[in-house]
């Protein structure tokens, strides 16, 4: 079955910049998205369709892509940043949609 | 406002089934695609099924196809889950969320399924 492989866990400093990637064999065919889970609360879509953003997402939170990984950057990292960060996609035939197994973003 | 409000989950034992529903407000029901995902206690989100806007197509996840049904309302804005010989692998919060871009733009708290003897 299709995985989308992302690091366990990222550290950064308040105002650092983090980059969380997620590989995965159909990213250069099919788009990727992004969430953002705090705890206890339900996951909140920060990228869509690679690299845009939802309304109400702040510009610091950006998608890019290259090949078969995809990055999300949060740019100007703040202690509200820290959460689990999950990537999404579909398998070639867009048959299933997939999830990252998720990383842990810490803020120093 | 968006708003999705699952309910039906609690604890059944193996083998068992349950119906889950999502009340929708906010928008069209009828017209946007919608989803039921799952998150296993302290894992990750494991996406279980897709329903398409008039209702007319599902997809579901090989881990849940054969035991588990999607269905919607759309007089009633509600989306639902027949979940069918149950196992212990199966307990999770499950979340309904709304199609968005082919992704899932809004979502709901969920509701805890708990599978045990």
């Known amino acids: 079955s299709y995985e989308l492989t992302q690091p366990p866990s990222v550290s950064v400093s308040p105002g650092q910049t983090a980059r969380i990637t997620c590989s995965g064999d159909a990213l250069p065919k099919r788009y990727a998205y992004w969430y953002r889970q705090k705890p206890g609360q339900a996951p909140v879509m920060v990228i869509y369709?690679?690299?845009e953003r939802p309304s109400g997402i702040p510009e610091r939170f950006s998608g890019s892509t290259s090949g078969t990984t995809v990055t999300l950057t949060i740019s100007g990292v703040q202690a509200e940043d820290e959460a689990d960060y999950y990537c999404?996609?579909?398998?070639?035939?867009?048959?299933?949609?997939?999830f990252g197994g998720g990383t842990r973003l810490t803020v120093l | 406002e968006v708003q999705l409000l699952e309910s039906g989950g609690g604890l059944v034992q193996p083998g068992g089934s349950l119906r889950l529903s999502c009340a929708a407000s906010g928008f069209t029901f009828s017209s946007y695609a919608m989803s039921w995902v799952r998150q296993a206690p302290g894992k990750g989100l494991e996406w279980v099924s897709s329903i398409s806007d008039s209702g007319g197509n599902s997809i579901y996840a090989d881990a849940v196809k054969g035991r588990v049904t999607i269905s919607r309302d759309n007089s009633k804005n509600t989306l639902f889950l027949q979940m069918d010989s149950l196992r212990a692998e199966d307990t999770a919060v499950y979340h309904c969320?709304?199609?968005?871009?082919?992704?899932?733009?809004?979502w709901g708290q969920g509701t805890l399924v708990t599978v045990s003897s």
């Open positions: 999404q996609s579909a398998d070639t035939s867009a048959s299933h949609w997939v």
């Open positions: 369709n690679d690299r």
């Open positions: 969320a709304r199609d968005f871009e082919d992704g899932f733009g809004d």
